[in-house]
């Protein structure tokens, strides 16, 4: 599910997904052919994506899924059911027509609203998004802290009384077409109806990292505006399980209040869901299974980049 699939990870792949048929096989079926039923295509089939990566590409770009989203996609544009093949033959066909169109004469339908009311281009992919306070407000301890550390390592000395008031902002659209959201805005919503967007990808003091975002912001440093966000980290993750389940279990601490930190916000590279961790406390005890969450990233996103799809922008209060 990856766009970009470096040799040394096929290779890894390959000997995991060989090593788990082979061993399938041999505990279940013992290779003898009146148990060949047991070897479902599921089982097998793992064994060979590695090299048909190497040889057609990542299986994101080819795989049923985008086949089956056309499927529904057209299915859902059938209105003579009295006829229902003609009509889809014909629904497929305009698609056809239509997107051969697009790729001729890329700017036949230019996008209605690229930044909406309010918003704010800063370049390179990003815009600021409304809601954003009406005046420059307060900021908590911590928060206020981290600006005034981040005013004085980029030079800038501040009065040691010296409080900062803010223009908080809420969201943020980012290069790969999600938006990323904030605490300041998604804590006054009932869990019930929250999918939370506030966790991100960072890219921090060179390494990758993950943030929950306080609230945007665009500050004058040097006399000039500089969009940045507010944020507490998380800690590494838990190298040991992360091995031992083949890297694909991410967990990691929450730092909350000792990890507040300032960071430029084009060093946002992705929303993420973090979730709570509630397996994490079955094998381990060391302070931090209260308040540990895992990792899930959403695939595809450099593929929706390059093909322009844009995340729909609903207004927030």
Same mark, same amino acid.
């Given at each position: 599910?990856?766009?970009?699939? +470096?040799?040394?990870?096929?290779?890894?792949?390959?000997?995991?997904?060989?090593?788990?048929?082979?061993?399938?096989?041999? /505990?279940? !079926?013992?290779?003898?052919?009146?148990? /060949?039923?047991?070897?479902?295509?599921?089982?097998?089939?793992?064994?060979?994506?590695?090299?048909?990566?190497?040889?057609?590409? +990542?299986?994101?770009?080819?795989?049923?899924?985008?086949?089956?989203?056309?499927?529904?996609? @057209?299915?859902?544009?059938?209105?003579?059911?009295?006829?229902?093949?003609?009509?889809?033959?014909?629904?497929?066909?305009?698609? !056809?027509? *239509?997107? *051969?169109?697009?790729?001729?004469?890329?700017?036949?339908?230019? %996008?209605?609203? %690229?930044?909406?009311?309010?918003?704010?281009?800063?370049?390179?992919?990003?815009?600021?998004? =409304?809601?954003?306070?009406?005046?420059?407000?307060?900021?908590?301890?911590?928060?206020?802290?981290?600006? $005034?550390?981040? /005013?004085?390592?980029?030079?800038?000395?501040? +009065?040691?009384?010296?409080?900062?008031?803010?223009?908080?902002?809420?969201?943020?659209?980012?290069?790969?077409?999600?938006?990323?959201?904030?605490?300041?805005?998604?804590?006054?919503?009932?869990?019930?109806? /929250?999918?939370?967007?506030?966790?991100?990808?960072?890219?921090?003091?060179?390494?990758?990292?993950?943030?929950?975002?306080?609230?945007?912001?665009?500050?004058?440093?040097?006399?000039?505006?500089?969009?940045?966000?507010?944020?507490? @980290?998380?800690?590494?993750?838990?190298?040991?399980?992360?091995?031992?389940?083949? $890297?694909?279990? *991410? =967990?990691?601490?929450? @730092?909350?209040?000792?990890?507040?930190?300032?960071?430029?916000?084009?060093?946002?590279?992705?929303?993420?869901?973090?979730?709570?961790?509630?397996?994490?406390?079955?094998?381990?005890?060391?302070?931090?299974?209260?308040?540990?969450?895992?990792?899930?990233?959403?695939?595809?996103?450099?593929?929706?980049?390059? @093909?322009? #799809?844009?995340?729909?922008? #609903?207004?927030?209060?």
């Amino acid at each position: 599910m990856q766009e970009e699939i +470096p040799p040394s990870e096929l290779r890894e792949s390959h000997e995991k997904l060989t090593e788990f048929s082979d061993d399938f096989e041999t /505990l279940y !079926c013992q290779r003898r052919a009146d148990r /060949l039923h047991f070897v479902r295509p599921s089982i097998h089939t793992p064994s060979h994506m590695p090299f048909e990566t190497a040889r057609v590409g +990542p299986g994101i770009i080819y795989s049923q899924w985008a086949l089956e989203r056309t499927i529904g996609n @057209l299915r859902e544009e059938i209105k003579q059911h009295s006829n229902a093949f003609a009509n889809l033959s014909q629904r497929a066909l305009r698609r !056809c027509q *239509v997107n *051969v169109l697009k790729a001729m004469i890329p700017d036949l339908e230019p %996008p209605e609203n %690229p930044f909406p009311r309010g918003s704010i281009d800063l370049a390179d992919g990003y815009v600021l998004l =409304t809601a954003m306070d009406g005046s420059p407000r307060g900021v908590d301890e911590f928060e206020a802290s981290a600006i $005034k550390s981040y /005013l004085q390592d980029v030079g800038q000395q501040m +009065p040691d009384e010296w409080a900062p008031l803010v223009t908080r902002w809420s969201r943020v659209r980012l290069p790969n077409s999600q938006v990323a959201r904030s605490a300041w805005k998604e804590i006054l919503k009932p869990i019930e109806h /929250l999918r939370a967007a506030r966790n991100v990808k960072i890219d921090y003091e060179g390494r990758t990292r993950f943030a929950e975002v306080h609230f945007y912001l665009s500050f004058k440093v040097a006399g000039v505006g500089k969009p940045l966000a507010v944020v507490s @980290l998380y800690g590494e993750h838990h190298h040991q399980l992360y091995i031992d389940s083949s $890297k694909t279990y *991410v =967990t990691m601490q929450h @730092l909350g209040n000792s990890a507040v930190q300032v960071i430029d916000i084009k060093s946002i590279q992705s929303v993420v869901m973090l979730a709570p961790d509630e397996q994490y406390a079955r094998d381990y005890h060391d302070g931090s299974e209260h308040n540990r969450y895992f990792l899930m990233e959403k695939p595809g996103l450099k593929l929706m980049k390059m @093909l322009g #799809v844009e995340q729909e922008l #609903v207004p927030e209060a």
